[in-house]
């Protein structure tokens, strides 16, 4: 994988790009466009945005691709501490972007994000491997330009215990995601978003 940073004019040039650079592989090419012998279990997204990283000489920004991950709790039925999408599984005959804007508003507190979630764009599928049924996460992309004081883990409520959704969250650019314990399915739509090569 590679491991600079990328400057973009826009979080949808880098997306396009990525798709672009994808659709033409071969290596699992299903994984942009829907295979439908795998069920949709889950959706995801990867939340974007530019961040300043410096300021030159001459006073100007350099401006990197960011990305919106949270970190998974110990107590996580799978993945437990890894660093992770927004996103949850689909309930019976619920669609991928109902699931978003249900999971995302039970698990991040940010005012306004109703309005961010209406841009959702698709980004891939990935599939995940199963024994019993072959299961797929859609992936989606979507502008959210807020910084990290206007950004929280929100509580839930479990039976009588009540818990934060996660232990942290951040913006990452491509270069310290690489440094990351990453869900590995997350980890994979964030090579098509980034458009790293991938094994």
């Not at 818990?163 to 491509?174: A, D, I, M, Q």
Request: proline share 5%; net charge neutral.
């Amino acid at each position: 994988m590679g491991g600079s940073p990328r400057r973009a004019n826009s979080g949808e040039s880098v997306v396009r790009k990525s798709i672009d650079a994808l659709s033409s592989k071969k290596h699992e090419s299903h994984q942009t466009g829907r295979d439908h012998s795998w069920k949709i279990a889950g959706a995801h997204v990867v939340f974007y945005k530019m961040v300043c990283t410096r300021v030159d000489k001459k006073g100007g920004a350099a401006d990197v691709q960011a990305v919106l991950l949270y970190k998974r709790t110990q107590d996580a039925p799978v993945h437990r501490g890894f660093w992770a999408l927004f996103g949850g599984e689909l309930k019976e005959q619920e669609h991928p972007k109902s699931v978003l804007r249900r999971e995302v508003e039970e698990e991040l507190d940010a005012g306004g994000l109703e309005k961010d979630l209406q841009g959702l764009s698709p980004l891939c599928f990935v599939n995940i491997p199963s024994k019993q049924e072959p299961r797929s996460i859609q992936y989606f992309t979507a502008p959210l330009n807020m910084e990290m004081d206007n950004l929280r883990l929100k509580r839930s409520r479990e039976g009588k215990v009540e818990k934060v959704e996660g232990e942290g969250l951040g913006w990452f650019s491509e270069e310290e995601i690489h440094h990351l314990t990453i869900r590995p399915e997350d980890r994979e739509a964030l090579a098509r978003f980034f458009g790293w090569t991938l094994p």
